[in-house]
C-alpha cells in the first residue's frame, strides 16, 4: 500500500454509527444497507478518510492519539484501509 495516497469516502457511501458499548460500533452504509461491527480505532479511521490527509499522515496521528508503536499502528491502519478499499467503502488517490 503506497503510504503516500490519500484515502476517501466513496462519494455514494454514507455512514451512520451507533455505539453498541464503549468498545464496539456499528457502521451502517445506507447506500447498500450493509452494516458492520467495528471498533473505536476503525471509527476514527474511517473519520480521517476525507481526502485530508495521506495514509502516512493517518498512521502518525494514530500514534499519537491511541499511544500504540509505529509498527502496531502501521499494520493495523494498513490492514483496516485495505479492507475498506476491498469493500469499496473508500478509494485511494
Do not use: R
Request: hydrophobic fraction near 40%; charge should be positive; charged fraction near 30%.
Amino acid at each position: 500500500m503506497d503510504l503516500n495516497k490519500i484515502p476517501c469516502l466513496e462519494k455514494s457511501i454514507t455512514f451512520k454509527e451507533k455505539s453498541v458499548n464503549n468498545d464496539k460500533f456499528l457502521v451502517f452504509d445506507t447506500s447498500t444497507a450493509i452494516a458492520f461491527l467495528t471498533n473505536k480505532v476503525g471509527i476514527w479511521t474511517i473519520s480521517k478518510c476525507n481526502g485530508k490527509k495521506t495514509i502516512l499522515g493517518i498512521i502518525h496521528d494514530a500514534q499519537k492519539v491511541f499511544n500504540q508503536s509505529e509498527k502496531i499502528i502501521n499494520k493495523d491502519i494498513k490492514h483496516y484501509l485495505t479492507e475498506l478499499k476491498k469493500n469499496k467503502i473508500i478509494i485511494l488517490k
